[in-house]
């Protein structure tokens, strides 16, 4: 079982139970937070081994991407994102692909306020990721994406060609765009 609980310390953190129990085989998935930092959205690997998660965990109000065994410990984890851009972030709006190969993610890693769609694998490393989306007009970003049942695949919509214009566009899991 995994879920998010606030400590008594006064911060959220990222826990692992076996279903079975006990509670006290438990384990904290997420390094220590940033102060006042938070957790932001968690998945599970379709094969139920990795934890993939955004948090504030290495700069403070900067939300980055992560995948951790699900039976731990924290410091097994990697970042899954490349450095970001002064006031980037990655949104909560990320996905497993069904083999449970790669993470799809939208961030503004590149240049504030422009999001733009990325693929890397499960267990990183974050050099290994790729960007999907084509050229953006100025103005321009991902809006929102898919990956096929077949894992082929990643569809999204972005305005590329025309600003407040999307159209819906098809790249390769593990890119090139």
């Known amino acids: 079982v995994v879920f998010m609980a606030f400590s008594t ?14 509670a006290s085989a438990g384990v904290v998935l997420n390094l220590p937070l940033q102060q006042y930092g938070n957790i932001g959205s968690f998945l599970i690997s379709p094969d139920g081994s ?11 109000d900067v939300y980055e991407l992560y995948s951790v065994p699900i039976t731990g ?16 972030q990655v949104v909560d709006d ?7 190969s790669r993470i799809v993610y939208r961030a503004d890693q590149e240049i ?6 990325y693929s890397v694998p499960l267990q990183g490393p974050a050099t290994s990721g790729v960007k999907l ?19 082929r695949w990643v569809v999204y919509r972005a305005d590329q060609q025309i600003d407040e214009e999307a159209f819906g566009y098809r790249a390769p899991l593990g890119g090139p765009a």
Do not use: C, M
């Open 73 to 88: 410990p924290a410091s097994s984890g990697v970042k899954l994102n490349r450095p970001l851009v002064a006031g980037a």
């Open 94 to 100: 990320f996905a497993i692909s069904p083999d449970g």
């Open 50 to 60: 990795r934890v993939v998660y955004t948090a504030q965990q290495d700069t403070e």
């Open 112 to 117: 504030d306020e422009v999001f733009e769609l």
């Open 133 to 151: 989306n084509g050229g953006l007009v100025t103005g321009g970003d991902v809006r929102d994406f898919k990956i096929s049942p077949n894992s």
């Open 9 to 22: 310390s006064g911060e959220w953190n990222l826990h692992s139970v076996p279903i079975g129990g006990p």
